[in-house]
């Protein structure tokens, strides 16, 4: 492991134990719990979804943390929102949430917030929450989970590469059939982004990576 990804790991946990004693004073239930993240998001078959991942939704945290007002929520939300994560099934969302939910039954983290947390998780199965959603929070989660999109060029190709090896059980072309339909899904929804912090700074770079990959995948396709 490179020590920049160390580091990060680092950040991830301190921030993690923060947040697990913020509510309950456990070392042994706080090393537990990260015990499992990172076991989960650090199996083999994760090349995207996986600690680095988090820790760049937690940088992009940590840059809007002003204007975040339920803070814990959206953190909790960000280490547990991929705990499950396998291509060939359609309830990772709903797995997820539900290992958050088992994880805090018996501790003393208000319910509220970790049924708070379990809707986030499952919010991001579709990604599409309406431009007049009030809770701000929740689009500020979704906005970060998917600011990949949004990245340079040679970061998004390098993103691709990683979905696509996590989608190796799929020939080539099931898999680039399955890209278009995602891709042409998040192009009908505009804006991608759905704050203005993130919009700006990433939905222009996102719409011309998501219009690249139409055009490439269209000529694989072929």
């Known amino acids: 492991m490179k020590k920049q990804e160390e580091h990060h790991i680092a950040i991830l946990k301190e921030v993690f134990f923060k947040l697990i004693f913020s509510y309950y004073k456990n070392e042994n239930f706080a090393k ?32 809007h943390e002003s ?15 991929d705990f499950y994560y396998f291509p060939k099934k359609n309830d990772n969302e709903f797995q997820s949430a539900e290992k958050l939910k088992q994880s805090f039954e018996n ?17 991001t199965k579709n990604h599409n929450p309406s431009t007049n959603n009030s809770d701000k929070d929740l689009l500020f989660f979704l906005d970060f989970d998917m600011s990949i999109l949004g990245s340079p060029p040679e970061n998004y190709k390098k993103y691709l590469q990683k979905i696509r090896q996590e989608y190796s059980q799929y020939s080539d072309l099931e898999f680039q059939k399955g890209r278009v339909v995602f891709v042409k899904n998040t192009l009908s929804n505009l804006p991608i982004f759905k704050t203005p912090e993130i919009r700006n700074d990433f939905e222009k770079q996102a719409i011309a990576n998501l219009k690249n990959e139409l ?6 396709i072929l």
Request: positive net charge.
């Open 107 to 123: 501790s003393s983290f208000p319910k509220s917030l970790i049924e708070k947390s379990c809707n986030y998780i499952i919010a």
């Open 67 to 81: 204007k975040i007002i339920d803070k814990n929520t959206v953190l909790l939300s960000i280490f547990y929102h």
């Open 215 to 220: 055009i490439l995948s269209n000529l694989l």
């Open 32 to 63: 537990k719990l990260w015990k499992e993240i990172v076991e989960n998001y650090t199996s083999k078959n994760r090349f995207y979804h996986n600690l680095d991942h988090l820790f760049q939704m937690y940088g992009l945290f940590e840059k």
